[in-house]
């Protein structure tokens, strides 16, 4: 019997044991750095290519934390059709037994928690508890899909006509393509993987160019925890290269993507193309980005609205989907707020990843890096710089918590996602120009109120189009199992990760009546 699902608990990185495995988690990640080079896993092989990616680290650029070998399009062809090849046997392993293969690399990965957050530390700039977070994420990817996948394994009641038995039994949809970013490179890689596998599909796992490692550790567990070759391909390479390639093959069945708006569209419309031989229209999942918000109105308590904002906004330098990019505030308590908002950002120690007292690092890479400045630079000229904005490329790419206040609604720092530590504060009338605001963009994903008017507050629920939204809290850090995440518009297809109704994207549905 499998115990009910509850979430994994973060670290406590105050306690000196798991300080101390931390601290030998990141030695033993230095160890490997210019070292260790990691294969394409196709078919249970194990493949090396004459190109390689370096993985970097964002705080010291200098050191490469690993290489992971980069395939082309002859790869992914061999991984597709590995991947066809593991299928038919594995489409026929039990949902019990799938699962308990999830629950295997969940105890895999619990017991090497600190080496995958520390590989994330140097790989992704994560913070200790950011990074802790992640992981604690991708082991309760792992216990709550295989709960899930057990759950709607279980037979299917329909209604019964005179003479004939009926019968609804989910299948397999064939090979997927999981395609993950960056910003939560073990949880969401971890997370779209395992839903793929548990419920009978197999799939080619491209990561993201900029965090292969800790995605290549990923799958060195699978294998340990006893995965058939060939269920779960790792192929590591260009998205523009082998992306598109995969994506606009006959032979892919659906796609699971998370990332930005843009490559998200495009890879929607490459999919929908039906390609020469093609005999099924692809799935396609697609979670993107965010230019959230958070309302904070004239009845609201200001500090704990500071304090959710700054968090939102500023945790892992504001490089995650959900993070607050706009703060909404109500003329009455804007220069209030807008001063502890302020304080606070001023507040916040930037460092190295690596250093336990550091609560902000510096941005994934030199694109982030300059594409940020220059929102930086715009930001000077659509609003009034009241902290930060300073740069600092010597070491690694560190920008400072950055605040912009009396930001227009319609500007582009109000509109565009910029996906780094710039927030926005926006002046609003009265509360429903401030909803009208928050719903002025093209995205959905999350968005939060401060408020301690009931109204408002019931108001946001059946007004503030996001699909994720928060009231009187942050935005960012949803649970698995408690809180399905997803969102609206073109922040994604809505397919609610970590929540019942998503593993019944990666099968289909057949229904069979005997007549008896
Ligand atoms: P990108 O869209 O740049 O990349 C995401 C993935 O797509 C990477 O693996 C990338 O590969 C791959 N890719 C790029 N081009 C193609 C292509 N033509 N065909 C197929 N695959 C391709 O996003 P980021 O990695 O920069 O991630 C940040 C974005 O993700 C933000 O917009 C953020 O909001 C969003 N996000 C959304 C979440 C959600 O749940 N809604 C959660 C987390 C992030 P390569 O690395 O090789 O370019």
Same mark, same amino acid.
């Given at each position: ?6 979430? &994994? ?77 593991? !299928? ?48 604690? &994420?991708?082991?309760?990817?792992? &216990? ?67 965090? %292969? ?11 340990? #925890? ?27 069945? !659906? ?16 999919? #929908? ?13 697609? /979670? ?43 003329? %009455? ?12 950002? /001023?507040?916040?120690?930037?460092? %190295?990843?690596?250093? %336990? ?100 507050? /019931? ?58």
């Amino acid at each position: 019997m499998v115990p009910e699902f509850t979430n &994994e608990p973060f670290a406590d990185y105050q306690a000196q044991p798991n300080r101390q495995a931390m601290e030998a988690a990141l030695r033993e990640v230095q160890g490997e750095f210019g070292r260790r080079q990691w294969p394409l896993t196709i078919g249970g092989k194990h493949v090396t290519t004459d190109r390689w990616i370096d993985s970097v680290n964002p705080c010291q650029k200098s050191q490469v934390v690993g290489q992971a070998a980069q395939a082309g399009t002859d790869e992914a062809q061999q991984a597709l059709d590995a991947a066809w090849a593991a !299928f038919g046997e594995w489409s026929t392993w039990q949902p019990a037994e799938r699962a308990r293969l999830l629950f295997k690399a969940a105890a895999l990965l619990r017991r090497r928690k600190h080496l995958f957050s520390a590989t994330m530390v140097y790989e992704a700039g994560k913070t200790w508890p950011e990074a802790d977070g992640d992981t604690a &994420e991708a082991i309760d990817f792992l &216990e709550y899909y295989g709960r899930e996948a057990v759950r709607l394994a279980a037979p299917r009641v329909l209604p019964r006509l005179a003479g004939e038995d009926n019968e609804l039994v989910y299948k397999p949809l064939g090979v997927g393509v999981v395609i993950p970013p960056w910003n939560f490179p073990l949880a969401i890689t971890a997370g779209m993987t395992a839903a793929a596998i548990v419920m009978g599909n197999t799939a080619i796992l491209k990561p993201a160019s900029l965090t %292969p490692i800790v995605a290549a550790r990923f799958v060195a567990l699978l294998e340990e #925890a006893g995965l058939p070759p060939g269920v779960v391909n790792f192929l590591p390479g260009s998205g523009g290269e082998i992306g598109d390639y995969l994506v606009a093959h006959p032979k892919t069945r !659906f796609i699971s993507f998370t990332g930005s708006r843009e490559v998200g569209t495009h890879i929607n419309s490459l999919a #929908a193309q039906v390609q020469p031989g093609q005999r099924w229209l692809k799935r396609v999942v697609a /979670e993107m980005g965010g230019k959230d918000a958070i309302i904070v109105d004239d009845t609201a308590d200001l500090d704990a609205a500071a304090e959710g904002i700054t968090t939102s906004a500023y945790g892992f330098q504001g490089q995650k989907c959900s993070a607050a990019s706009r703060a909404i505030v109500l003329e %009455p308590v804007y220069q209030d707020m807008l001063g502890l908002v302020a304080s606070r950002a /001023e507040a916040l120690r930037q460092g %190295p990843a690596e250093d %336990p007292s550091s609560q902000i690092a510096a941005v994934i890479d030199e694109n982030q890096f300059n594409k940020i400045m220059g929102y930086v630079e715009l930001g000077q000229r659509e609003g009034r710089l009241v902290v930060g904005g300073e740069p600092d490329g010597a070491q690694g790419w560190y920008i400072q918590p950055t605040v912009f206040a009396d930001v227009p609604e319609d500007g582009r720092l109000a509109q565009e996602e910029i996906f780094g530590p710039l927030l926005s504060v926006i002046r609003a009338r009265d509360y429903a120009h401030a909803l009208d605001i928050a719903n002025n963009t093209e995205y959905g994903l999350t968005g939060g109120v401060y408020s301690r008017d009931r109204r408002h507050l /019931e108001q946001a629920r059946a007004a503030f189009q996001v699909g994720n939204l928060y009231l009187n809290r942050k935005i960012t850090g949803a649970m698995v199992g408690a809180q399905p995440f997803g969102g609206f518009n073109m922040s994604g297809t809505d397919s609610k990760a970590g929540g019942p109704d998503y593993l019944p994207l990666f099968v289909e549905a057949k229904v069979i009546v005997e007549r008896f």
